[in-house]
Every structure is written in structure tokens, then in C-alpha cells.
């Protein structure tokens, strides 16, 4: 398992100076006042990624647990919620508004494309007396991104509220949460950021503060309770005591991340690269358009069982990349290439894996697909 390199959409690769961050000697983080100094320095650093100075919260627990604080905390039973739907991060969010009693509309629409802004903003036009939309920024198991940008213009223009899931593109495409007017914005760190799983974190807005703080019965959840991180730092007090390891990763990997002045390139420098070699190929990408910089979906070649590829991978080449989920689970492949992983040495080896993993179940992928890549980054 030592030198098995993980290539799969999350969790990633960890850097040798975010493992060493996590042994750091801790502190008691509910009581040593430097804590509350240093988490206001990681929330500061987030800011930076995001672009934005609206609050900053770093919660215990992998990004599911942000997506659920954003529901449990907005909704009261029979609010309007919209749920953009073009993927299956997209259509679930339907599940937790559904779970809180959201009164919830679920728009659907193309899962090989980004979200068709057009049809969007005609259908707003009909109906657009939601609270807030829930949305996903990339749709991981399909490596679609969408237009964070146009959505939020449109979402904003009938004042409704965004609650998107950037979990497995923030760190790795540009986001201006301030600019594009995203009131809460959901990431955890073990995508782009390349930390271990255990923390989930987000951006909150005033408009999002209000609609939170003006609800008239009680959030159902203590844990998902948005209200009661308001003031955690004037008064010197977390709801519960904080991973303060998992957060000296995270420290550890924000400060690589902003020094790091070509990160958002080498994202799509890699990902162009690795998309060109699979459209050269025989394999068939599964989007349509709206190629997500950090992620890559290929359908799985008839006659190849992903089980047997998935051995062959990890047990003979030492990498691993990932199926896919719920309906495309063990019909697509998928190729992590972010945060960590994006290096053009890691996608050559993962290439050339796969390239000869396939050979050996007898599909001819009609190009060297590492070659190919490596020709394409020149
Ligand atoms: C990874 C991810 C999450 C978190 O879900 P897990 O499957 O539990 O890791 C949420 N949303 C998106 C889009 C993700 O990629």
C-alpha cells in the first residue's frame, strides 16, 4: 500500500509537509486563547482561496456534514427550495432539503453537460419565489463543472439565495465568491486542497446570516447548527472542541496552496492534456462539455470489467483511480487530477497504467495514452 499512488477525486494525494503539520504537538483548543487566533488565521487563509471576507467556518467532519449544516440551518418545514440538478451530488442535495421539510422543487437537466444557462434563466422566469437554490459547482462522479458565475448572476437577480457544493473544485479552478455573490459556498479537504479527510468548511454571507438568525422555529441539529458559530471568536468559544491536527493539515496545505502562483495553470494544463489523450484515443469521454479541471470521466469499454481493470491497477502498477457512483457506478472511470495530484509526472504513471492495464485485458486503446499526454503538455 506504501508506494500505491492515489489518483482517484478525493480523497487525494498528501504532501510530506501536511502529513508532518498533523504531528504537530497540540494544544487544548478549547482553552488556549492562541487557538482562537490561530483558527482565525486558517478562516483568513480561506478567505484568500475563496475571494471573499464573508465569514469563514471550519467544521469537524467530512464535506457531507456542510452540506447538511447549510440545509438544517436554512430551512424551516415549508420553505422553497430549488435544487439544480445535473448530476448525482446535484439530485442528493434534493434528499437533505427533503429530510429538514423543505417544500422542494428539483430541476433536471443534462447530466453529460453543464447546466444550460439559457434553459435556466427561462425557467426563473416562470418560477423563482425560492428561498435559496442548492447547486453543485463540479459534479465529481460525472467531471462536469458549471458556471458558477452565470448561475449566481441569475439566482441573485430573483434574490434568491446559492448554497453550492464547490467540495471537489475549490483549490483547484478560480472562484470570486464576493464578486459572483454566492452566499454559501461548501469544501472539504480532502479534494483540491490535499488533506486528509475529517474537515468540512464555508463561506457564509450576511444575506445567509439573516436568513439563518430571522427563523422562527429552532434548527433541528445541534452539530449542523449554523447559529451557534457566530461569535465563536468574541466569545472565545467553539460549539464543540475543534480537530485542531486536521486543522494544522489544513494550515500546513493553504500555505503551499498560496505560494503556489501557478496552481490554477498546471490545473488546466493537466487536464486539457489528459482529456486530449483520452479524445484521441478510443476511449470515450462522458461529458459533452463542461470538462471540470480536476476530475476526468471515461466511460468503462465494453467487455472490460472494472473489478479486474481495478486489480490490475492497484495490485500490478501501484495506482489507483476510482470508478463512479450510484447510476455510472462501473460504467465510468475517473482520473483525479487535483490539488496533490496535479503533477505531469503522477498523470504520465497513471496514464501509462492504464494504458497497459487495458492492453492486458485485450482493449486496444489505439494510442499510447501516456505518450500521448506527455506530447500534449509540451
Ligand atoms: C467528495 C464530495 C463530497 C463529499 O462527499 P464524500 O463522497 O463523502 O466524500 C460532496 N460533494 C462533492 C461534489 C464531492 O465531490
Known amino acids: 500500500m506504501s508506494d500505491l499512488l492515489i489518483m482517484t477525486p478525493g480523497p487525494t494525494e498528501v504532501s510530506e509537509e501536511v502529513r508532518m503539520a498533523m504531528s504537530r504537538k497540540i494544544t487544548n483548543p478549547d482553552l488556549d486563547p492562541e487557538f482562537f487566533d490561530f483558527y482565525l488565521d486558517v478562516s483568513s487563509k480561506l478567505q484568500q482561496v475563496l475571494k471573499t471576507k464573508n465569514d469563514v467556518i471550519i467544521m469537524s467532519g467530512e464535506g457531507i456534514l456542510g452540506l447538511e449544516s447549510a440545509c438544517a440551518s436554512l430551512i424551516e418545514p415549508g420553505d422553497k427550495v430549488l435544487v439544480l440538478d445535473n448530476g448525482i451530488f446535484g439530485h442528493s442535495f434534493a434528499d437533505f432539503a427533503d429530510l429538514y421539510g423543505a417544500d422542494v422543487t428539483r430541476w433536471e437537466f443534462s447530466y453529460q453537460a453543464e447546466i444550460d444557462i439559457e434553459l435556466l434563466e427561462q425557467k426563473l422566469a416562470e418560477k423563482n419565489d425560492f428561498k435559496f437554490a442548492t447547486l453543485v459547482h463540479c459534479e465529481t ?10 448561475i449566481t448572476a441569475l439566482l441573485n437577480k430573483y434574490n434568491i439565495l446559492s448554497v453550492v457544493d464547490s ?11 464576493d464578486k459572483w455573490g454566492i452566499d454559501i459556498i461548501l469544501g472539504g479537504s480532502q479534494k483540491c486542497l490535499s488533506v486528509p479527510p475529517g474537515l468540512t468548511f ?10 439563518v438568525n430571522q427563523r422562527k422555529t429552532a434548527v433541528r441539529g445541534y452539530y449542523t447548527n449554523l447559529q451557534l458559530w457566530q ?13 485542531i491536527s486536521d486543522i494544522y493539515a489544513l494550515d500546513a496545505a493553504l500555505d503551499k496552496w498560496l ?13 486539457a492534456a489528459v482529456r486530449k489523450s483520452f479524445q484521441l484515443s478510443n476511449l470515450n469521454l462522458f461529458a459533452q462539455n463542461g470538462y471540470s479541471d480536476t476530475v476526468t470521466a471515461v466511460e468503462i469499454p465494453a467487455g472490460i470489467n472494472y473489478a479486474e481493470l481495478n486489480q490490475l491497477m492497484t495490485e500490478t502498477h501501484n495506482v489507483m483511480i476510482a470508478s463512479s457512483l450510484g447510476k455510472y457506478e462501473e460504467k465510468l472511470l475517473r482520473i483525479g487530477h487535483m490539488g496533490e495530484n496535479c503533477y505531469e509526472g503522477k498523470l504520465y504513471r497513471t496514464l501509462k497504467a492504464l494504458d497497459q ?5 485485450n482493449f486496444d486503446p489505439g494510442i499510447k495514452l501516456h505518450k500521448t499526454f506527455i506530447n500534449e503538455m509540451l
Open 141 to 150: 462522479p460525472t467531471g462536469i463543472i458549471n458556471n458558477l458565475a452565470d
Open 357 to 361: 492495464s487495458l492492453r492486458e485485458l
Open 259 to 271: 505560494i503556489d502562483k501557478d496552481i490554477f495553470k498546471r490545473h488546466q494544463n493537466i487536464a
Open 202 to 211: 464555508m463561506s457564509v454571507s450576511d444575506a445567509a446570516w439573516t436568513a
Open 167 to 177: 467540495v471537489s473544485a475549490i483549490g483547484g479552478v478560480p472562484i470570486e465568491v
Open 231 to 243: 461569535n465563536w471568536y468574541e466569545e472565545k468559544y467553539f460549539p464543540y472542541t475543534q480537530a
